[in-house]
C-alpha cells in the first residue's frame, strides 16, 4: 500500500539544497547501497553536493558500485560522519522505516533536527509503518520489490526525466538493477509485475544484467561456501510445522574467517527443501542476535518478528533481534514456533 506519495515537492526540496546526505539502514544490504548510490548519481547529474553515511562497512562484492570517497562509515569515522550532517540541508532516509534504522549517526541527526537551522528530512522506503512523523516528505510503498524499484519510480516522476529512463545515467540503472536484483533474491520473492517492467527498461537503458550477477553473486570467497557447507551439513535444523533454521555463533565466524556479507542468503536456503515453509537465521552479534526471517506463500513472518523477535519487515521477509544468549535461542525460537503454529 502506498502511504504517501510527495515526488513532486521532492523536485522542489531537492533545488533549494546544496549539501545532500543520504543514508543507508544497519548491517547495510545490496538494496540499501543500490538506493543510496541511485540517489546519488541522479543527485550529481543535478550538480548538486551529495555523501552517503552507512554505519557500518559493505561487504566487499559491492564494491563495484562505489568509487572513492563517496560513503562514509559512522563506526569508522564518527565524527566526520558527524560533521557532514551538522552541514546538510536535505537528509535523505532510504530503506528503513525511520531515522533510528541509521544505526549510531541518528543521534546527530536528532541533534540538527535541534538546531536552529533544521535541515530537511525525506523517506524513500518499502516496509511497513514507516514513521511518517519524523520526515518532511514520505514515500512509503509495500507493494514494490524494494526501495530501488520505488526509488526508480520516484526518479521517473522527476522534472528533469519525465519518464525517459535514458535521461537516468548508466551508473544510476546499474545501482537500481542492483538493488532490485538483490533484494528479491535474484527474482525469487517479492517481485511483482510492476518489478519486471522496471529491470527490462533499466537493461534497456544499457545495464549488464550479467555483470552484475556475477559481481553480487559469483565473488564470494572461499571461506563463505565452506561455511555455507558447515551451516548446511552440521548446523541446519528442520523442526515441526515445516520450519528450518541455522544458528551462527561468534565461535563460528571466528572458525572460519568470516567477514561481512559471508552470510548473505543464507536463510533463504532451506526454502529449498519441498517441505520447508519457513526458516530463521541467528545470528551472535556482539550486543544481540540478528534476526533473519524467510517464509513461502501465506505464512506471515512479519507477525512472527514483531511477537517474538523485536522486529518487523514483509510477509515473507523480515527480520529483528533477540537479547539472549546464542545457547537458549534454539530452545526459545522453537517454542514461539509452536506457540505461532498453534494458533
Known amino acids: 500500500m502506498r502511504v504517501v506519495v510527495a515526488e513532486d515537492r521532492l523536485n522542489g526540496l531537492i533545488q533549494r539544497s546544496s549539501n545532500v546526505v543520504l543514508f543507508g539502514h544497519e548491517n547495510p544490504d545490496g538494496d540499501s547501497i543500490g538506493s543510496c548510490m541511485a540517489m546519488y548519481r541522479y543527485l550529481e547529474g543535478l550538480g548538486r553536493r551529495a555523501h552517503i553515511i552507512i554505519n557500518s562497512r559493505l561487504p566487499e562484492y559491492f564494491s563495484f558500485l562505489i568509487p572513492e570517497g563517496v560513503v562514509s562509515y559512522y563506526t569508522e569515522a564518527p565524527e566526520d560522519c558527524e560533521r557532514l550532517v551538522a552541514g546538510a540541508d536535505l537528509l535523505v532516509f532510504l530503506d528503513m522505516n525511520g531515522a533510528d534504522r541509521a544505526g549510531g549517526v541518528a543521534k546527530a541527526v536528532e541533534k540538527a533536527r535541534k538546531g536552529d537551522v533544521k535541515p530537511a528530512m525525506v523517506l524513500i522506503d518499502h516496509h511497513l509503518n514507516p514513521k511518517a512523523e519524523e520526515f518532511d516528505i514520505v514515500i512509503s510503498d509495500t507493494e514494490v520489490s524494494s526501495a530501488c524499484e520505488l526509488l526508480y519510480q520516484v526518479l521517473l516522476s522527476q522534472p528533469g526525466v519525465a519518464g525517459d529512463v535514458n535521461k537516468l545515467s548508466l551508473e544510476c540503472a546499474k545501482a537500481l538493477f542492483t538493488g532490485i536484483l538483490t533484494d528479491t533474491n535474484n527474482f525469487a520473492n517479492s517481485v511483482y509485475p510492476s518489478t519486471y517492467m522496471a529491470v527490462s527498461a533499466l537493461q534497456g537503458r544499457g545495464v549488464d544484467r550479467d555483470a552484475i550477477f556475477n559481481h ?128
Open 216 to 343: 553480487v553473486f559469483r565473488s564470494y570467497s572461499q571461506q563463505r561456501m565452506r561455511l555455507m557447507g558447515h551451516m548446511l551439513q552440521d548446523n541446519m535444523r528442520c523442526i515441526a510445522h515445516g520450519v528450518a533454521y541455522f544458528t551462527l555463533s561468534r565461535r563460528t565466524k571466528e572458525e572460519f574467517g568470516f567477514v561481512k556479507g559471508d552470510s548473505e542468503g543464507f536463510v533463504n536456503l532451506p526454502l529449498a527443501i519441498k517441505d520447508i515453509k519457513m526458516t530463521a537465521f541467528f545470528t551472535e552479534e556482539e550486543d544481540y542476535i540478528k534476526v533473519s526471517l524467510r517464509s513461502k506463500g501465506d505464512i506471515d513472518v512479519n507477525e512472527f518478528s514483531r511477537r517474538y523477535c523485536n522486529g518487523g519487515g514483509h510477509r515473507n521477509a523480515s527480520g529483528g533481534r533477540l537479547y539472549m544468549p546464542m545457547e537458549e535461542v534454539p530452545a526459545y525460537f522453537e517454542s514461539k514456533v509452536n506457540e505461532y503454529f498453534a494458533g
